[in-house]
């Protein structure tokens, strides 16, 4: 295994909606208990565990020991990887856009 390197997808990690919903947890606090987390859901501390193993292994969920609690926060920066990608993309979209502006002015002329 790569040395601190995560070894799970970001695109994959953030495939699910109960890890985007987790993210999103995150991303308004500086750290919650799993017991906050599991709250927030429908199911139970291991299924919640489970998908906050996975967001480990993607890099994007650290975690810390409080006594005999396990609080979690988030880290944003492999997201970037994620920005990255669609910014590529976007500009196929702003191309489109633009022509089909063009198309709906000559059609009105």
């Known amino acids: ?3 601190n390197k995560p070894y799970r997808d970001v695109f994959d990690a953030i495939a699910d909606p ?9 991303a308004g606090s500086e750290e919650i208990p799993l017991h906050e987390l599991t709250a927030k859901f429908d199911m ?7 998908h906050l193993t996975i967001l480990k292994e993607a890099g994007l969920v650290l975690d810390r020991k409080v006594g005999r609690e396990t609080r979690y926060r988030l880290n944003a920066f492999p997201l970037r990887e994620i920005q990255d990608w669609v910014a590529f993309y976007s500009k196929f979209w ?10 709906s002015e000559e059609k009105d002329e």
């Open 18 to 26: 109960t890890r985007r919903r987790l993210i999103e947890l995150l």
């Open 44 to 50: 139970g501390r291991t299924a919640v565990s489970k």
């Open 94 to 103: 702003s191309t489109n856009m633009m022509r089909l502006s063009q198309l």
């Open 1 to 3: 295994m790569r040395e």
